[in-house]
């Protein structure tokens, strides 16, 4: 099945001939390496069910505090006089509110809102730990793969290299692929964002774990797939 159908979500950032522009960005970085590079997105990594009852709460203390209002003077009824003439309307106005928090509840712009940024950083590593190990990036020969990995909801990055890397090169050198990756993030720009990051990973590699003489193009080296792992 192709992925742009199985993950019709992804289009709205990247299109089909992106997709295809970030494998062969992998392809161009890994040829003078025994690295791998492994980019990967995902809808998200925190948990969200809490937005909707959040949301539908905040509506009613809304309504309900208009209603206290107007016990002040103000009175709901003057702004909108329908919903009085009967209590049916009433009803049909609380249930549209919960509707409408429903559906807002499901808008990546708001499920950021109504999840404290601790959390997010928290779950996007989380999740971007459990991934490494599931894509196996930890399995390769000479342990020297990268994850890249993009979370859309919450707009943030992680990068993972494998052991062999670790001892090579520190975290601060990892952070300045980084802070590249998060400002094309901010702006939207998930292909350049990836194309970037696997470029700066790329020239890493070539550094440390350059192509042994006599290895060809079907070295383990190349022991992961370059296309973009894509999940929800």
Do not use: C
Request: hydrophobic letters at 45%; a neutral charge; glycine letters at 6%.
């Amino acid at each position: 099945m192709n992925k742009m159908n199985s993950h019709s979500w992804v289009q709205k950032y990247l299109n089909g001939n992106e997709i295809k522009e970030i494998s062969d960005a992998v392809q161009t970085a890994e040829a003078g390496t025994t690295g791998d590079i492994v980019p990967m997105i995902v809808r998200r990594s925190s948990a969200v069910r809490h937005v909707p009852v959040v949301l539908a709460l905040s509506f009613l203390i809304l309504f309900l505090g208009l209603e206290i209002v107007g016990l002040n003077g103000w009175y709901l009824g003057d702004a909108l006089p329908f919903l009085y003439e009967h209590w049916t309307l009433q009803i049909l106005f609380v249930v549209l509110m919960f509707a409408a928090a429903w559906f807002l509840a499901h808008l990546p712009v708001v499920q950021r809102i109504f999840t404290p940024n601790a959390d997010e950083i928290e779950q996007v590593e989380r999740r971007a730990q459990l991934e490494f190990f599931l894509q196996r990036v930890n399995r390769t020969h000479r342990q020297s793969a990268v994850l890249i990995f993009i979370s859309v909801m919450e707009r943030r990055a992680v990068i993972l290299a494998d052991e062999g890397l670790a001892k090579k090169l520190s975290p601060q050198v990892w952070s300045e692929v980084m802070k590249p990756l998060s400002e094309f993030l901010h702006q939207g720009e998930w292909s350049k964002g990836f194309q970037d990051a696997i470029r700066r990973s790329g020239e890493l590699l070539k550094t440390h774990f350059p192509l042994d003489p006599g290895v060809t193009a079907h070295k383990p080296g190349n022991e992961i797939s370059n296309e973009l792992i894509i999940k929800e």
